[in-house]
């Protein structure tokens, strides 16, 4: 059997409706259509959901708001879910775990990935681990709904699993923008982790890594979104200071369209910096950067190259963004696969080409 095929037995095995409540939430990303989805109101539409591609929400804010009142709240963040089909499975696939390998999930969710993985690889080999007490729980029946019981541990992934370690894999399911040590230090040499890696800027990008001598390397595999990691979510910081003006003559397309590799660089050459660029219903682009107490924002007219910039707090993050791109540009715009990402036990770093060579020296 080859490996799709031992994917798809594995999923028959772990039918993805096993793992959905009768009341979830379709869509999670903020910003993004979200519906609510009832499976005694309208069995046709939770089926439909059930057997899309998009991720299911099935907690919101922590658990502090009951997803099953359906609560009317438009800010209420989504902060576990049922991740999308093609994204899992993709994942999956990069993991490339085979019979015999020991398994580190971070972020179990509702147990739906670490199912899979115990079908392919046998229960005892998975050990997942999930932050949210309730969560767990119903993972756990969830799991048992298929026959299956992994490992499910109620802890803080970013402390792995010391007492199941070394691993083969670390599969992390929740985004990270610092990668924990740890999850290096308990890979077997040769070990792989793949993860959704969410530097700050525009969406995330699935990184795999190998683990050689203590230190982790690897490449990006595409875009991915995922919900961050409890204790790495920015903290609330209000923004203050004297604003300064100033105009910039950047290209917003660089913005609108939001070329991975640019993102890269910026996330390379600024970290932990977030930023979004999002167009308004007036035709304007805005660009807003943020870093702690600092913070910026550009307003891009329509036709009109130049922007409106005002820059707040101790760092000119406009002119360090800008600085960012032109150096993307001087390097002829590398696309995502020219780029990198390496943990070692004193940091990580975003390369380009080699990891002899940081983006940021
Ligand atoms: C996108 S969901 C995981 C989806 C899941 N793999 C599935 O198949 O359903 C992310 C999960 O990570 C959990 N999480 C957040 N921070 C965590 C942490 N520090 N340690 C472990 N789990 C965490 C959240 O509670 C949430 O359930």
Redesign the pocket.
């Known amino acids: 059997m080859n490996v799709a095929e031992a994917w798809a037995e594995a999923a028959r095995a772990v039918p993805r409706e096993r793992?959905v409540p009768a009341v979830a939430l379709l869509g999670?990303l903020p910003g993004s259509p979200t519906s609510w989805i009832d499976r005694d109101l309208d069995p046709e539409g939770w089926w439909r959901a059930v057997r899309s591609n998009a991720?299911i929400a099935?907690?919101l804010d922590?658990g502090v708001l009951d997803i099953e009142d359906k609560p009317a709240a438009p800010f209420a963040v989504a902060?576990?879910?049922?991740?999308a089909p093609s994204l899992?499975f993709s994942m999956l696939d990069l993991l490339s775990a085979d019979k015999g390998d020991v398994v580190l999930?971070?972020?179990?969710?509702?147990?739906?990935?670490?199912?899979?993985l115990a079908a392919r690889l046998g229960p005892d080999n998975v050990v997942?681990?999930?932050?949210?007490p309730a969560?767990a729980a119903r993972?756990r029946s969830n799991l048992r709904s298929v026959g299956l019981a992994p490992s499910v541990i109620v802890?803080?992934?970013?402390l792995g699993h010391p007492e199941r370690a070394p691993y083969d894999r670390v599969h992390v399911?929740?985004g990270v923008t610092r990668i924990p040590y740890e999850w290096v230090r308990q890979s077997k040499p040769g070990g792989v982790i793949v993860l959704p890696w969410m530097p700050g800027w525009q969406t995330g990008h699935v990184a795999r890594l190998t683990v050689v001598d203590g230190v982790a390397t690897g490449r990006f595999h595409g875009p991915s979104g995922?919900?961050?990691?409890?204790?790495?979510r920015p903290p609330e910081v209000p923004i203050t200071g004297e604003p300064r003006e100033s105009v910039s003559t950047l290209d917003p397309h660089d913005f609108a369209s939001a070329p991975e590799g640019l993102a890269l660089t910026i996330a390379g050459l600024l970290p932990d910096v977030r930023g979004r660029a999002a167009a308004h219903s007036d035709g304007t682009l805005h660009v807003a950067v943020r870093h702690g107490d600092s913070h910026a924002l550009a307003v891009f007219p329509p036709d009109a190259p130049e922007a409106d910039v005002t820059q707040r707090g101790p760092r000119d993050l406009w002119d360090e963004l800008e600085d960012a791109v032109h150096r993307w540009n001087a390097w002829n715009r590398p696309g995502p696969d020219r780029f990198g990402l390496t943990v070692t036990p004193d940091g990580q770093y975003v390369w380009l080409d080699s990891p002899d060579t940081p983006v940021r020296t």
């Open positions: 793992f999670v991720a099935v907690q922590d902060t576990s879910s049922c991740s899992v999930e971070i972020g179990t969710g509702t147990g739906w990935t670490a199912g899979l997942s681990v999930e932050i949210d969560v993972a802890g803080d992934g970013a399911t929740c995922f919900m961050l990691m409890r204790a790495q």
